[in-house]
């Protein structure tokens, strides 16, 4: 095979054994990689209502057949298993040089079973594999993780880990690449820590073969030139501000979550945007493998109580542990994003969870002597979000219920309805009160409220590639549908959404994958036209909602919390406004082909290739 | 007709006097598109129009107090 390496590693914990299997190629064909594979992979082999935490439970990680490639972004793997804090699936996407290096290594995916009796990690040499003990490294942060497992392995080799959350079974550790990337949401870190799986660690020098390697080469000139030019010869804007800058846009457009979604408007929202993270600890931008934009943001918060140096924040981190908690101490939200990364979270629900806590302990919900940091625990409380933090990772004190991300923490206290989340996953930085279309992309995305499964954002707030109205609602369900299925070819091919929006994309509402199918076609040597990569999105949209349909989900968890259907945003440019959600889902299952309840119909199941 | 206008991130430089935010003076009647027309700034840059706080298109007609925001598209999470 070309673009694919060909080959699977699966790796049984339980027995201690590794072994090579072929790719399949008509599977690969139809969902193309990445979270296409994962899904096709936990659909066959995963018992949809298993424990995520069994042994039942699979772990994927997956490239695609772009990563590793010179395709500008070819940089991403997807980590696919049932979720911990959902009960859906994941869809945890990283970037980074790991994923390549697993691609050069001469492996399209890896397959994790069962349950190491001891700690183990998985050291992967080109093509040779094996499992070794981990129990010196059991307890160690990611950082020295990763250092420890290159010293005994290999300097040069490329490691993703888990840190003490993932260990002790934080619902929403992460699993962190290269030190500071995380494949961040929705568990997937506590699943590795339940299999008593440390770390992978890849050492890759081999070659993505391409079947048109000149083909491919022209295509890579043509897309960075139309980036470069996009730009009429001024700076990157994500390489000069990191995607912190998103705070202009949505502040502006009144959906900057604060305080809990109590408001959509944040007084300090200047004090941690963008510009004053490269104004003040910004020290140079970090990118991906093949990556011309580098939103990456390597920091250091030079001293003061906060002082630390690592990666961070992003957009969703000034959100989350930012303004949703009514802080605008850029240090303090910075030195909580380095505890996530240390320690192995996922910020967003890491900050979404202490916002609701604080909003609770507010309203008298929570007593004061429970959460144990000596005072009332109040939004605009900087140090508490660092401590709080710490405490969540090392699962101790009120840590331990934090640990359990903010719906559980809310139903603990009788009161579920403070949780701002879909599915029980924390929403993203954007209030759908603001932006019908994400409200119905968080309620529908098959991980849980995500903006990164099709995110309206672009076309809502920022006019990419065209400028709809984000209030009004009747216009968003196809787009929503398309979208989302155009994020799953994304995703699969191994692709960052920051560059395929803009470059790989047809340049009108549909956003179809027209510079992907030329990508994939040089790549593979397949003759794949634009209609059957697009039907690929759409099939693995599917499977992910058929697994789920299985599992148990229907239209009864496409929901929103009571704040967001039915209060009023109390001020700003979306002031008045609820989230439309239930007139859009109607007209949304119909596009979809999904019943009423939001089930996928036979004809539907049976025209993707499904049943 | 007197409307207010801010701008931001790279729109700054467009300022007429280095002031991102100030008022104009313009005929009933003006178009967002003639404001950007005046500002200099390309029908070609990619650019998120604002208007009292809802999208606007570059046809839009300006009233009387409108306030209207200019700034680039830059997000991701």
Redesign the interface.
Known sequence: MQGWCGKVLWVDLTASRVEERPLDPRSARNYIGGRGLGIKHLLDEVDPEVDPRSEGNDLVMATGPLTGTSAPTGARYMVMTKSPLTGAVTCSNSGGKFPTALKKAGWDMIIIRGKAPEPVYLWVNGARAELRSAGHLWGKDVPETDEAVRAETDLSARTTVIGPAGESGVLFASIMNDKHRAAGRSGVGAVMGFKRLKAVAVKGEGKVELADPERFKSLVARFLDGFKKSFEGGPVPLRKWGTAITAVGTQNFGVFPTRNFQSGMFEGWEKIDGRALTDQYLVKPKACFSCPIACGRGTKVPDGPYAGEGEGPEYETVYSLGSDCGVDDLAAVTKANYICNELGMDTITMGATIACAMEMSEKGLIPPGDVGLGRELRFGDAQAIVELTRLTGRREGFGRLLAQGSLRLAQHYGRPEFAMVAKGQEFAGYDPRGEQGMGLAYATSPIGASHMRGDPAYIELLGVPKQLDPLTHHDKPQIVKDWQDAFSVIDSAGLCVFFSVRNYVRPDETIKPEGITELLNAATGLDYSLEEVCTAGERIFNAERLFLSRAGFSRKDDALPARIVSEPMPDGPAKGMVCRLEEMLDEYYRLRGWDANGVPTENKLRDLGLV | MRIEIRL???FKDKAPHGENLFHLEAAPGTTVAEVLKALAIPD???????V????A?PSRELMDGDRL?L???????
């Open positions: 931001q991130l790279s070609s840059t990619p650019k998120v129009i604002i009292n706080g809802r999208a298109q925001t700034f680039p598209p830059v997000a991701g999470g």
